[in-house]
C-alpha cells in the first residue's frame, strides 16, 4: 500500500509524497526530471518492482498543481536539491537507515546538487548535464518576466534557472568529483550516450562507479522491455552497496 503525505519545505512549501513499503526497509528515493512528476511509468512502475524485491520507495513532486506545492518557474536546481535533502531528513527522522537515490534526466543534478553523503548508492538513468543546451531557442517574456520554452508544449522557467545553468556548465564537474557515493550511470543510445559530456562526468566521478550503455533505447526507457532491465540493472547495483 502507499501512503500519501506531504513534506513542509524551509520556506513553507509543501512537498507532495508517496511512500511505498515499510521503512525498517532499504529506501530508495526516485528524483524525476525537468516536467516531470513522481507518477511517470518510470517510478509507478519501479515502486512495485522494488517492493517486489525488499526495498521500500519514496517519490515526491519537485513541484505541482497544489496552491501550495511549487511552481516550476519559482525554481532551480539549487531549490530541487533544498527539498530533496528535506525528504531525505524526513526519512532519517523516522529512522530509515539504508537510504538510495535514483535520478531521471535532470534528476541527476539535483541529486549531486544535494548531500550525497546521506546515500548508500546512487543510479542515474540517463541523466542530464546539457545545462546550457536545455535553455537553447527559449524566449524572453517581458510580461511575466521569465522564460518560455517549447517542447511539445510550451512552458515557463524563471531567470534564476537560466543563470543557473550558466554557472553549472563551469562549476557542475567539481561538484560530482566531491562526490563519495558509489554511483551507476545508464545511458540510452538515443539519449545522453550520444552526448560528448558522457566521458567527462563518468571520468569525474569516484570509485566505485559503474556505466551501462543501453541499446535501442530512447531517453524515457518506454521501448518493450528497456524498463524491466533497467530495473535489474539499477536493482544488482543497490544490492551490491546495501548492508550486509
Not at 503525505?5 to 509524497?17: L, V
Amino acid at each position: 500500500m502507499e501512503k500519501e503525505f506531504r513534506i513542509k519545505a524551509k520556506d513553507g512549501k509543501q512537498i507532495y509524497c508517496k511512500l511505498r513499503g515499510s521503512l525498517e526497509k532499504p529506501v530508495i528515493v526516485f528524483v524525476h526530471g525537468f516536467t516531470g512528476h513522481m507518477d511517470e511509468h518510470l517510478f509507478y512502475n519501479a515502486a512495485r518492482f522494488f517492493e517486489k524485491k525488499g526495498f521500500a520507495s519514496l517519490r515526491f513532486n519537485l513541484y505541482g498543481d497544489q496552491d501550495d506545492a511549487r511552481k516550476l518557474h519559482e525554481c532551480d536546481l539549487q531549490t530541487h536539491a533544498a527539498d530533496l535533502d528535506r525528504v531525505v531528513s524526513y526519512l532519517k527522522k523516522k529512522k530509515a537507515q539504508d537510504i538510495f537515490a535514483v535520478g531521471h534526466s535532470y534528476g541527476g543534478p539535483t541529486i549531486f546538487l544535494s548531500d550525497t553523503k546521506n546515500y548508500r548508492a546512487l543510479v542515474l538513468w540517463d541523466a542530464s548535464f546539457h545545462f546550457k543546451a536545455l535553455f537553447k531557442n527559449k524566449e524572453y517574456s517581458k510580461e511575466l518576466k521569465g522564460f518560455c520554452k517549447e517542447w511539445a508544449f510550451k512552458f515557463f522557467i524563471g531567470q534564476k534557472f537560466v543563470t543557473e545553468a550558466e554557472k553549472l556548465e563551469k562549476t557542475f564537474w567539481q561538484t560530482v568529483s566531491q562526490n563519495k557515493a558509489p554511483t551507476k550511470v545508464v545511458l540510452t543510445e538515443n539519449g545522453n550516450a550520444r552526448s560528448p559530456l558522457k566521458k567527462d562526468f563518468f571520468t569525474a566521478l569516484n570509485e566505485p562507479k559503474e556505466m551501462l550503455e543501453m541499446k535501442k533505447t530512447g531517453h524515457t526507457f518506454s521501448e518493450d522491455t528497456a524498463a524491466e532491465k533497467l530495473f535489474q540493472e539499477t536493482l544488482k547495483w543497490l544490492r551490491k552497496f546495501g548492508k550486509k
